[in-house]
């Protein structure tokens, strides 16, 4: 990877956090890479995207949320709508006319609001067992309970030692932006990859977004010995592959 791209560079949002991302000049539409929850953009499948966009003269941008990777701020601090009018704002400050989202876990999720926000300049969705409505499936009754009162639950992490935080703010922000449970008005393609060895997001979430979608032009592939990353040689070329079909 060359050095133009291994730099970060950062952008000054409106609450004077300092956001860190990746941006790579290309042909458009710019592929544009959403993390999952308390991810960031140097995993895998973040640097897989803009090395095949790199490689077919694509632009790209890779992006962490503040309170993520290298961006300023507190997790603790960081919901959807924060994230969302982040990711917007990054997008007109360099100037970019249109996109393609990927979405992975909650970043399929937010991918759908950063859509809405942007309109006709978002071209097309791929989502990587994305997680919309986690806030509502991904809880017990007791740990909503819990939230609803302002206090952060806690979960087992199987990626880390730390345990996983949710917190209230996070929650009750999701709350408002479920999207599941109605017509989702976005009509160019999307692609939904999604493990059936998931054990954090069901995959039948993914056929669930399938029928919410009012695109015709929407297909879910399910790997059948997929996990939740979906970050093995394999899976990341599905993705690849179905980026360049997205590209033809």
């Not at 759908?112 to 991904?138: N, S």
């Not at 999307?190 to 032009?217: E, N």
């Amino acid at each position: 990877m060359n050095g133009a791209m291994s730099d970060v560079s950062r952008f000054t949002l409106p609450s004077g956090l300092a956001m860190a991302y990746r941006h790579l000049p290309g042909r458009l539409p710019a592929v544009v890479f959403l993390p999952g929850y308390m991810s960031d953009m140097a995993g895998g499948k973040a640097q897989a995207v803009l090395e095949w966009a790199r490689e077919r003269g694509r632009a790209c941008l890779l992006l962490d949320y503040t309170g993520c990777g290298q961006s300023e701020g507190r997790f603790a601090d960081g919901t959807l709508s924060r994230w969302r009018d982040e990711v917007v704002a990054l997008i007109d400050h360099l100037g970019i006319a249109s996109v393609q989202l990927v979405g992975s876990s909650m970043g399929g999720w937010l991918m759908l609001l950063v859509a809405e926000a942007l309109g006709e300049r978002c071209r097309a969705l791929v989502g990587i067992a994305p997680a919309p409505d986690f806030t509502e499936w991904g809880l017990s009754q007791s740990q909503r309970i819990e939230l609803a009162a302002g206090r952060t639950v806690y979960e087992d992490n199987p990626y880390g030692p730390e345990p996983t935080p949710t917190h209230a703010l996070f929650w009750s922000d999701g709350e408002r932006h479920k999207r599941l449970g109605h017509e989702i008005a976005f009509d160019g393609p999307v692609r939904l990859l999604h493990g059936q060895h998931d054990a954090d997001v069901p995959w039948d979430i993914s056929l669930r977004l399938a029928a919410a979608l009012r695109s015709a032009d929407v297909q879910v592939h399910l790997v059948k010995d997929g996990d939740h990353r979906l970050s093995r040689e394999g899976d990341i070329a599905l993705l690849l592959r179905e980026l360049a079909g997205l590209d033809a």
